[in-house]
């Protein structure tokens, strides 16, 4: 069966976010990722790792201003001194947490500014940082993410992503393939996964249900037939990495919403879509 971890900046909304690791851990999960870290002090973090047995498996670099808006700063210019900064504090974080993966989100660009005007200033900035990562035994990851979610994102689709993993080539740069994203934008997840997969250049997985990015069994992707095609793929050598429950409970932040809504997770976890 896949390793499934839990997102705590979307699951558990009903709990103060220090109180959903040992949610997460009540619930099974054995990974824990999250948007960021920042506003809390990493001996705190690692403590409640290690009290509930979980492991730190990914967050994002530091995005630039967020609640102003901004989604990430490798692409954006004049902003070189902000983005090296961040992400050495995120490489600190994660030496802290043990943390082995981290997302480097992009950007977004300006109307009438075409993705061509900014590809070398990316390229520059995801080198420097796949450098600094590499030297502390890191992997980045870059995600493609859809318009409709986040218009204006510099990257949208897989091919894209894995070029720049290619032209770089850095064995500390890989893609973030997020199948809720990728199917919105580009759908044909099972061939996808195919493709990309076997390639070494995809480093994590993220789910959620389309269109509502409720639970996976949710909505119009049918995952079981996906986990199993990861399994198998796994069993070719193709696979060792985690998948992050990136999904927003349908039951929000009603009591014991998240945790009601993991009967998805229970019949993984007992072979079901063997069955079905």
């Known amino acids: 069966m896949p390793r499934f971890a839990a997102n705590l900046s979307l ?70 001194a902000e983005f090296r900064e961040g992400i050495e504090r995120a490489l600190a974080c994660a030496r802290a947490l043990g943390c082995r993966r981290l997302h480097v989100m992009s950007g977004l660009l300006p109307a009438g500014v075409r993705r061509e005007q900014r590809l070398a200033l990316w390229h520059d900035n995801l080198a420097w ?66 493709r990309w997969l076997p390639t070494g250049q995809v480093g994590h997985l993220q789910i959620a249900g389309v269109p509502e990015r409720h639970e996976p069994d949710r909505g119009e992707v049918h995952y079981p037939y996906l986990f199993e095609l990861i399994d198998e793929l796994a069993a070719q050598g193709h696979w060792d990495g985690w998948i992050g429950c990136e999904y927003r409970p349908a039951r929000g932040g009603k009591p014991l919403g998240t945790s009601s809504g993991l009967t998805w997770l229970h019949r993984e976890r007992a072979g079901g879509r063997r069955r079905g």
């Open 11 to 80: 699951m558990y909304p009903e709990k103060p976010f220090l109180e959903r690791f040992r949610a997460a851990a009540q619930d099974g999960f054995e990974g824990v990722e999250y948007l960021f870290p920042y506003e809390h002090d990493p001996a705190t973090l690692r403590a409640l790792l290690d009290e509930h047995g979980l492991s730190q498996v990914l967050f994002n670099a530091p995005p630039g201003d967020w609640a102003g808006g901004e989604r990430g700063l490798a692409s954006l210019p004049g902003r070189e």
């Open 129 to 194: 940082a796949a450098a600094r990562a590499l030297a502390a035994g890191c992997t980045l990851l870059i995600e493609p993410i859809n318009q409709r979610d986040m218009p204006g994102y510099f990257l949208s689709r897989q091919q894209d992503a894995h070029d720049a993993v290619q032209a770089l080539g850095s064995p500390a740069l890989k893609v973030q393939m997020d199948l809720y994203h990728c199917q919105i934008t580009e759908g044909d997840l099972a061939m996808l996964l195919r």
